[in-house]
């Protein structure tokens, strides 16, 4: 979640103003006569930054609690492994196949606006299997989009938790000489700004390599 | 045998499968032919494991074909023994169909390019008989009398695989 870094390291700095402007308006330590006079407003500033701060790491809570949302998507061949780049490698063929786990767990409001883009080469074609084509468009030749619309539930309030396996089958168009190609798997997640402030997305990508290779 | 290979025509709306008839016998030249259909917007299907096995089944229990030889993209070569095997017992015994098909339908569950190629022999209306290969990369073979018949079958056959 984004915003909950820019929230941890804001937080002190909006506490302490919040208290200054607080105390400023009213010192509950001035009625307080066991705190001697010369301290009053540092004690007060101490106890109002304390409040401050307990309530602001609250709404943080709360705010992780019912938006923070988390994508993953990992490419792979035999293992799932975030950490991993998966090189793909066409057959004689011209088809290959990588494998690829989506997870989705979070507010089913922002995930549902979410879509991933997965971009490849320019040489290669994709295809999807009839049933993953629910959820996974081919836009261009070389690209596809997947909906988490489709992922997610209609209950705006209920939280998300949905896992799906995609198999991107590939063809490339054939090497005349023994010209070698490479290029990159990718994604690109595009969100609405809520999206972009509360959902984390986690992936890697895969290198493929033509026949000849 | 005639060939083709079968294309997404991306010019029209709802991905229309066509056809691209081939001479393999003349110099061809694969790249430039690919290259070429590729230019005028049409994307290479994949025949995907799934897709093989609808094949099948069509072949083997609507028009009564026999499946010749089925080869994979891994090199299994236990796997292309018991497939073999299982052939064989089709040959003398229809129902082991039901065994093969669930074999298929395994590996396909695992991978959607695992079966490179699928063959079959059977007869036409007109008792010609028909030769048809299937290759993963979207070439197909159809006995010379009957390509165009038979292309027009396969392509009505896959389809709704390509429906988005």
Request: some cysteine.
């Amino acid at each position: 979640m984004k915003i909950g870094k820019i929230f941890t390291v804001l937080r002190p700095v909006l506490s302490a103003l919040i208290a200054i402007y607080l105390l400023s308006l009213f010192n509950l330590v001035d009625y307080v006569s066991i705190v001697p006079e010369d301290i009053k407003f540092e004690t007060g500033l101490t106890i109002y930054f304390a409040i401050v701060e307990n309530i602001l790491f609250a709404i943080k809570l709360k705010i992780k609690e019912n938006y923070a949302s988390e994508i993953t998507c990992i490419f792979y061949k035999e293992d799932a492994d975030i950490s991993n780049k998966p090189v793909i490698k066409f057959d004689e063929n011209d088809v290959c196949q990588v494998k690829c786990v989506l997870d989705i767990r979070g507010n089913n409001n922002i995930l549902g606006k979410s879509k991933i883009r997965i971009s490849l080469p320019r040489w290669v074609d994709v295809q999807f299997d009839e049933i993953q084509s629910e959820i996974v468009k081919t836009e261009e030749r070389h690209e596809c989009l997947i909906n988490l619309n489709h992922l997610v539930t209609n209950d705006k309030k209920a939280r998300a938790s949905a896992s799906c396996q995609i198999n991107l089958a590939m063809i490339a168009l054939p090497s005349k000489e023994l010209n070698t190609y490479t290029g990159t798997g990718k994604i690109i997640v595009k969100e609405t700004i809520l999206g972009k402030l509360l959902c984390d997305f986690k992936s890697n990508s895969f290198e493929l390599r033509n026949s000849t290779y | 045998m005639d060939h083709g290979k079968l294309f997404i025509d991306k010019n029209e709306s709802n991905n229309k499968i066509v056809k691209v008839p081939y001479d393999q016998s003349q110099k061809f030249d694969y790249y430039s032919f690919v290259r070429k259909c590729h230019e005028e917007g049409l994307q290479q299907v994949i025949i995907t494991s799934k897709i093989m096995i609808e094949l099948a089944k069509y072949y083997f229990l609507d028009r009564k074909f026999r499946i010749s030889s089925i080869e994979f993209i891994e090199e299994d070569k236990e796997l292309q023994t018991e497939i073999s095997s299982i052939l064989n017992m089709l040959e003398k015994d229809r129902a082991y169909f039901e065994l093969l098909i669930s074999k298929l339908e395994f590996i396909a569950c695992h991978s959607s390019i695992d079966i490179k190629k699928i063959c079959f022999k059977g007869s036409s209306v007109s008792n010609n008989v028909i030769n048809l290969m299937f290759q993963v990369n979207g070439i197909y073979g159809v006995s010379n009398t009957n390509f165009e018949e038979e292309s027009n079958n396969v392509i009505k056959k896959i389809k709704r695989y390509f429906i988005q």
